[in-house]
C-alpha cells in the first residue's frame, strides 16, 4: 500500500479527523478560561438588549386563578438546615425579623406582621426555571419599593442583596449559603414582591417561608427563598465568589433574563 | 455578486463540463458561519434539554404536570434503562436516549455524551454556549437576509420560477429525485423546485421559528412583547415548538448532506468553498 494517499482519502481523512478533534475538543474549550470570557461576553450583550426594548413598565403577564398549575413545584431547597431556622418555624415566624441595611438612610427591621400591614400586591404569575420547567403560582407580598423607599435608598447604592436562611451546599466557609442580587431597574419594578403567601395561604416552607424574592422579567434561582435579610451595596464582587449570587458564583448569569 | 452567473471565457463550450460561478462570497460566508452556529446551538441545545427532559403544551409544566414527551432512565435490576415517552407511546431506547455510557459505566441522561456540549453534565456551561452562538446566528441571519433581499439572490435564485411550478414538472422532478437522477445542462444552472422550496422553509419558517420560540422561554422578552405567547401559546408550547422545529432542521441537514454527496460531493463542496460549480452538458456523450 502507497504511504501517499489519493488526494480525496487524504480529505475524507482529514474531515473525519477534523469531526473527532473538535468532540473531543469542545470540552476542553468550556473549561478554557479565555473561551469562557468570550461566551459570557454574550450576557452583557442580552442585559443590554432586553433592558433597551424592556421599559420600567413593562409587566410580566399576569394570569388568572384558572392558569394555577395544580401543584407549584419546590426547587433547590426544600427545607432549610439548622437549628436557627427550625427555632423560627417552631415560633411560626413570631421571632423573625427582616433586617434591612448597608446603604440605606434608616436601618430597618420589620417583622411578618410589619411587612403584612404594608400595602400589598397580589399577582398571579410565571416562575421560569432555568432547567427549563415553569408553574403559574399567585403571589402576595409587599412591593420591595414600598420597603426600600421607607429605608431611604442612598445615592451610591446600586444593587440589592438577599441573605438567605438556606444552605444548598455543605461548605465550612458559608459559600454553601443561598444569596442573591438584582440592581435597582428590577428592585423598584411594580411587580418585584417580597411575598409571603402562595395560593392564598401562607407560604409554605418549601416555597420560601416566611419571605421570599418575587422579581418577575427574570428566571427562578433570582427568586432567593427564606430571605433573612436585605443589604443595599455599590458592588457585589466582596460577597460569596464576587459574582452576585449562590447559581452566579457557579456559572449562571447574573442577568437572568432568558 | 451575480451568483449563478456564467464566468466569461471560462466557459468555451456548451458541449464541455465548465465552471460556472453559482455562490456568492456572502452565500458561502453566512452558509458555514451557519454551519458552525447550528452545529454549536444543537449541542448545547440538547445539554440544555438535559437538565428538564421532558416537554409541555400550554402556559406551564412541571414534573406533575401532563408532559407530551420525556426521556427517562428507570432501575432495570442492577442497571439502567433508558426510555423515551412520546405522548402515550413507550419506546425502550437504552444506550442511546435516557441511559448511555460514560466513560463505559451506564449513565441516566437524556441525550448522551457524545452529542451534547459540553459533554458532562453542566447546564450553566451549555448555556453560555447556546446563547453566544445564539447571537452569532442571528447577526449572520440576519446579514444573509439583508444581502438575499438587496441582491436579489432570493428573487433570482429561491423563488420557484413559473415553469417550475407546473404540476408536471414538479412531478417529474419528484420521480428524478427517486432515480438519483439530478439536472445537467442548462437545468443545472438553476436550483430545481424541490431544493427551492426546501431552502425557502429553512429560512423563511424554520430559522425565523427557532428565534421566536427561543426568545418565548425568555420572561424577559415574554414581559416585552406579551403577544409571543399568544402566538405560541405559552412558555411551555414554545419550548416544545424549539424542540420540534430543531428535530426539523436536523431532518433537513441529513437530506441536505444526502443530496450533496449523491449530487457530486466534490463539485459541491467547492461552490460552497470557491464559489464555482461545474455544469456537466446534457446527452448521452457527456
Known sequence: ?258 | MTSLAEIPDRAPSRTRRHLVYRHGVATRLTHWMNVLCLAVLLMSGLQIFNAHPELYWGQFGADSDHSVLAIHATENGDTLAGTTRIGPLVLPTTGVLGASKVDGDLVERAFPAWITLPGYQDLATGRRWHFFFAWLFVINGLAYLLYGIISGHFRRDLVPDRDQLAPRHVLQEIRDHARLRFPKGEEAKRYNTLQKVAYLGVIVVLLPLMVLTGLTMSPAMDSAFPWLLDVFGGRQSARTIHFITASLLVAFVIVHIAMVLLSGVWNNLRSMVTGRYAITPEGPAA
Open chain 1, 1 to 258: 500500500m502507497s504511504i501517499i494517499l489519493p488526494r480525496r482519502r487524504f480529505l475524507s481523512l482529514a474531515a473525519a479527523g477534523a469531526g473527532s478533534l473538535l468532540l473531543g475538543g469542545c470540552d476542553e474549550l468550556s473549561q478554557n478560561d479565555g473561551v469562557t470570557a468570550v461566551l459570557e461576553s454574550a450576557e452583557e450583550l442580552t442585559m443590554r438588549a432586553q433592558r433597551a426594548i424592556l421599559s420600567d413598565r413593562s409587566l410580566a403577564r399576569e394570569f388568572t386563578e384558572a392558569d394555577l398549575s395544580p401543584v407549584f413545584r419546590s426547587n433547590g431547597t426544600s427545607m432549610p438546615d439548622g437549628e436557627a431556622y427550625a427555632a423560627l418555624l417552631e415560633s411560626k415566624f413570631k421571632t423573625w425579623k427582616l433586617e434591612i441595611g448597608g446603604l440605606v438612610a434608616t436601618p430597618l427591621s420589620l417583622s411578618l406582621a410589619d411587612i403584612k400591614a404594608l400595602p400589598s400586591r397580589t399577582q398571579i404569575t410565571r416562575h421560569d426555571c432555568v432547567e427549563g420547567w415553569s408553574a403559574i403560582g399567585k403571589w402576595t407580598g409587599v412591593p420591595l419599593a414600598v420597603v426600600l423607599r421607607k429605608a431611604g435608598v442612598a445615592p451610591n447604592a446600586r444593587y440589592v442583596v438577599f441573605n438567605c436562611a438556606d444552605d444548598l451546599e455543605q461548605s465550612l466557609d458559608g459559600t454553601g449559603r443561598y444569596y442573591e442580587s438584582i440592581d435597582l431597574v428590577d428592585a423598584f419594578h411594580p411587580q418585584t414582591l417580597l411575598a409571603y403567601q402562595l395560593n392564598g395561604t401562607d407560604l409554605p416552607v418549601e416555597n420560601g417561608a416566611p419571605l421570599r424574592l418575587r422579581v418577575e422579567r427574570q428566571l427562578g434561582y433570582k427568586q432567593a427563598k427564606y430571605i433573612m435579610g436585605i443589604s443595599l451595596v455599590d458592588s457585589f464582587t466582596a460577597l460569596g465568589s464576587g459574582k452576585g449570587g449562590f447559581w452566579e458564583d457557579r456559572g449562571y448569569e447574573w442577568y437572568a433574563g432568558i
